[in-house]
T-cell receptor, first 118, second 113 residues
Framework: DAGVIQSPRHEVTEMGQEVTLRCKPI?????LFWYRQTMMRGLELLIY????????DSGMPEDRFSAKMPNASFSTLKIQPSEPRDSAVYFC????????????????FGPGTRLTVL | AQSVTQLDSHVSVSEGTPVLLRCNYS??????LFWYVQHPNKGLQLLLK??????LVKGINGFEAEFKKSETSFHLTKPSAHMSDAAEYFC???????????FGKGTLLTVNP
């Protein structure tokens, strides 16, 4: 298996521009997570999808952030407009939660997208 | 509620000597516990996990961790450090039926030749 695939690996943009991050989860997994990692705050869960449905978006910072999962093999995280404080590494992770919405199992992380907003 | 405390932000060892990375947790439920490793500019890789089976858990690359309920600890060890072990290590807890992972702040392991 190729693991979780994220693109782009690096993104440099200017403040005010739209940024779209992409994720392909591991085939057969039913859960997908977006995280943000910064030095100050560590790893934070932004949003959790189960069977392509957003279950918990309480970690999404503000309305500038949006995430979609149109099918089981693809998800996007969009920031519009971007700001310098959005600079971080964004990780996508996937898992198979056998216990339905609220099970617990290993999450497999992608390599991350390093976003720099100038 | 759940939380995890990694007691050392930085550990430095010599190659060939033992590694000990300390982690204490708090959880209202029977926890699942994980150790992840992150090499520079890489994603997080699972080292090992505990899910209420054997208290001594063996992971990849010679690492192991012991779950001690009485001490609420889940320390990570390796008998002999290798240069390639230099990375940041995260202790992670997931409690009960909660999908949310709570990450520790990480321990940076340096391995000196």
């Amino acid at each position: 298996d190729a693991g979780v695939i994220q693109s782009p690996r690096h993104e440099v943009t200017e403040m005010g521009q739209e940024v779209t991050l992409r994720c392909k989860p591991i085939s057969g997994h039913n859960s997908l997570f977006w995280y943000r990692q910064t030095m100050m705050r560590g790893l934070e869960l932004l949003i959790y999808f189960n069977n392509n449905v957003p279950i918990d978006d309480s970690g999404m910072p503000e309305d500038r952030f949006s995430a979609k999962m149109p099918n089981a093999s693809f998800s996007t995280l969009k920031i519009q407009p971007s700001e310098p404080r959005d600079s971080a590494v964004y990780f996508c992770a996937s898992s198979f939660l056998a216990g339905g919405l609220y099970g617990t199992d290993t999450q497999y992380f992608g390599p991350g997208t390093r976003l720099t907003v100038l | 509620a759940q939380s995890v405390t990694q007691l050392d932000s930085h550990v430095s060892v010599s190659e060939g000597t033992p590694v000990l990375l300390r982690c204490n947790y708090s959880s209202s439920y029977s926890p699942s516990l994980f150790w992840y490793v992150q090499h520079p500019n890489k994603g997080l890789q699972l080292l090992l996990k505990y899910t209420s089976a054997a208290t001594l858990v063996k992971g990849i690359n010679g690492f192991e961790a012991e779950f001690k309920k009485s001490e609420t600890s889940f320390h990570l060890t390796k008998p002999s450090a290798h240069m390639s072990d230099a990375a940041e290590y995260f202790c992670v807890v997931s409690g009960g039926s909660n999908y949310k992972l709570t990450f520790g702040k990480g321990t940076l392991l340096t391995v000196n030749p």
